[in-house]
């Protein structure tokens, strides 16, 4: 079982930055690891993701404006935000697979008022 903890979300006025980060309770360095979003009446979205040889892929809406990193030996992702947009504003969920089984975290709120 593995458990990824998210930090970092709260509100910013758009146009403004936040950073979140991901911390797993087991090693991840041979796995990727993702960030998706949610909000209400709509589907969880992809945002970004990077695999663990450092390879990133970023979801339509947020390339440019979003960067994902990671520390390794930290087994910890982040995900620095910038230029917010209210359609930003949504549930931020961490992920990874391990094992060949996903796993999620508990999500954080991001919210962008305009």
């Known amino acids: 079982q593995v458990q990824l903890v998210e930090s970092g979300g709260g509100s910013v006025q758009a146009g403004g930055s936040l950073g979140l980060s991901c911390t797993a309770s087991?090693?991840?360095?041979?796995?990727?690891m993702a960030w998706y979003r949610e909000n209400p009446g709509n589907e969880r979205e992809f945002v970004a993701r990077?695999?663990?040889?450092?390879?990133?892929t970023y979801g339509d809406s947020v390339k440019g404006r979003f960067s994902i990193s990671r520390d390794i030996p930290k087994n910890t992702a982040y995900l620095q935000m910038k230029d917010l947009k209210p359609e930003d504003t949504g549930v931020y969920f961490c992920?990874?697979?391990?094992?060949?089984?996903?796993?999620w975290g508990q999500g954080t709120q991001v919210t962008v008022f305009s």
């Open positions: 992920n990874t697979i391990v094992g060949g089984v996903p796993y």
């Open positions: 990077m695999l663990s040889r450092g390879y990133t």
């Open positions: 087991t090693s991840t360095s041979a796995s990727p």
